[in-house]
DNA sequence: ACAGTTAAGGCGAACGTTCGCGCGAACGTT
DNA sequence: AACGTTCGCGCGAACGTTCGCCTTAACTGT
């Protein structure tokens, strides 16, 4: 299937100068109507779409946007993929842009040998980032080599590069503080590890909130582990060890999996979750509203999110100005449901 | 960023003609050895990479390949997304292929001008498909167009495109074949709608086994719907409804959310789901391991499938001739686990 | 009637490759 | 010594655009 219809076709048919079709086209120059109307008939009589290769090797931009992530562990769901994925999708393509999609490698001189190429070939014209982890070497990569890039997630600096990010902090501070109005004052943390740069700022947000309320936060109750099921259930196995005044009644989790885990822990030992024992996830995914009891999460605003970021992305490369303001923080939405009210219907 | 390094500098650097720096990059030409090392020096030192842009020009091809999905819905994950893209795009890349993702409109006309900008601008070589229904207006196009492409499912006609599918029926069979071991005559069925073309095939399966074991299906143990969590809830409300003697005593659902619908209904009505009324999936989602009792499942080899396509398509986009066969069916795998056999441990 | 302005559009060049032809030198053959 | 072959490499062209400069003709004002 070669290409069939180009500039000089069109141009032959309208009997002008290709390079007249081509300022007609990106309405660029003064042309008579006459003309214009001559050649737009032509264009549509043979159906003529401009090359994109062409373009783009004139133009030196590529209109397309790069994006890999960190795929889902196999006994894990990334709740969130689909619905980020097709919100940028649909913000990029409405601008004439498309995304180019790539692997993740764990090896990360693999990982950054890949982003140099689809720079270096010019692939693609810019990045989108997920931040995990603190120092991200893709950050440091694309930071020096002076390459567009917008993230989801933040680091410590937030006046490195545009981002916008859940405020994971303020979602763990709704949480918490939904909990205390049940009238909780012992609530654990089902935390990530310590390298964690999401998982710490979420439970700054923990800490915080109980700090207002004027607790003493147990060393006890913040247990760490990958954000697993089976951390979930054997750290709370833990929890409800702790002798009877000391231990927790609530549990807030960093993720909906491991308090699928503490909801199966906390059944295991006699008590009934939701009743007995509090449980908050975060994600909200899909099945949270099936479990039962139903689980009450923290959801995140996916969708305005990747559109966001994929406009802001998109009008610095067409206009060379960094959005203002560079960073941005979005707050989840605390969705309450039978795991923490105890309303169990089901 | 202008791209800086090319042919030509690293000819001068070389002190060759740059023609000949293109022919020793593509191994092409008869040069001597010592000229060709000369040359690999200049494009070590100088960090040479070649256009992509300028190359797919020339060539008139563009090494990416499209690829758009159907979003699931909402309130459901698509449990083998991450898994099918991460295993396609590390097959493309080893070939130096990329994906060009885009996004799904409802829309049939909307979607199929998608398709054929991406056609006519040159941007893609080829597309991978997700066929989910009957007379997908995308396959038509681009069989219209002679346009390349293989697909993740199937039509009727099995030998009209190169595809993959799971076998969905043997899928079925082997579900049902395990419930008839367990002891189980009389099984229903969480079924999608008549139009969708995946549930017919499963379905097929489900009848095929029934019927070699000699057992007459009821009409009323077919229940039909959209595969949420909601009408797998309520069409078991309605079999368990059934009378002592034609009441199911084990139930195949279509999906795994489904599934997880039959199993809260089965409690509802204060039956044990694994102990009184047998349940079991399809997808093996993630969490289906994590519910209690843990759900019996069907596995798609979902990498092996990405993996598959794309070498199949890359390699009749590089040789010109289709794969044979033209059509594969994978088997999945029964994971079974306590929704069925009961050995409730949790 | 003549210089000055403007509108309409032609033209050459460039973006960075790949491809095939062709040329000179070295080589071996008669 | 004159003549094909082969090797190593240069050269022109093309892929389909966009861009800026240049030409031409018509139109202004005095």
């Known amino acids: 299937m070669p290409r069939r219809v180009t500039l000089k076709k069109v141009a032959a048919h309208a009997s002008v100068s290709y390079q007249t079709v081509s300022k007609v086209i ?25 090359s994109y290769t062409a373009r783009s090797l004139r133009s030196q931009r590529s209109k397309t946007i790069g994006y890999s992530w960190e795929p889902s562990p196999p006994d894990q769901t990334n709740p969130i993929l689909d619905e980020f994925l097709q ?44 931040i995990i982890n603190y120092n ?18 933040r680091l410590d600096d937030p006046y490195m590069f545009p981002n916008i990010d ?27 590890p310590l390298n964690s740069r999401v998982g710490n700022s979420r439970m700054e947000g923990y800490f915080a909130a109980l700090r207002a309320a004027g607790i003493e936060v147990l060393s006890d109750w913040i247990q760490r582990g990958e954000g697993s099921y089976d951390v979930g259930f054997q750290s709370t196995l833990q929890l409800l060890a702790m002798s009877e005044t000391t231990r927790p009644t609530a549990i807030v989790a960093m993720n909906d999996l491991m308090a699928i885990g503490a909801m199966a822990a906390i059944r295991q030992k006699g008590f009934r979750p939701g009743k007995d024992v509090a449980v908050t996830g975060f994600d909200d995914t899909p099945t949270a509203r099936y479990l039962s009891p139903p689980l009450t999460s923290l959801r995140q605003p996916v969708s305005e999110i990747g559109q966001n970021l994929m406009e ?26 039978a795991s923490t009210t105890g309303n169990d219907t089901g």
């Not at 601008?95 to 689809?118: S, V």
């Open 26 to 50: 990106n309405h660029k120059a003064h042309v008579s109507d006459e003309t214009q109307q001559r050649i737009w008939d032509a264009v549509r009589e043979l159906g003529y779409t401009p």
């Open 87 to 130: 919100s940028m999708f649909r913000a990029a393509e409405s601008c004439g842009y498309y995304l180019l999609c790539f692997p993740y490698h764990a090896e990360i001189p693999k990982q950054l040998d890949t982003y140099r190429e689809l720079i270096d070939t010019g692939r693609v014209d810019a990045f989108v980032l997920s």
């Open 312 to 337: 802001r992305l998109i009008s610095y490369l067409e206009t060379g100005v960094y959005p203002d303001p560079i960073g941005e923080l979005v707050a989840p939405q605390l969705v309450i449901r």
């Open 166 to 192: 859940v405020d994971g902090g303020l979602g763990l501070r709704i949480a918490v503080e939904h909990l205390l109005s049940l009238g909780h004052r012992r609530i654990a943390a089902l935390a990530w």
């Open 136 to 153: 991200d070497p893709c950050v440091n990569y694309l930071l020096e080599r002076n390459f567009p890039f917008v993230a989801f997630g």
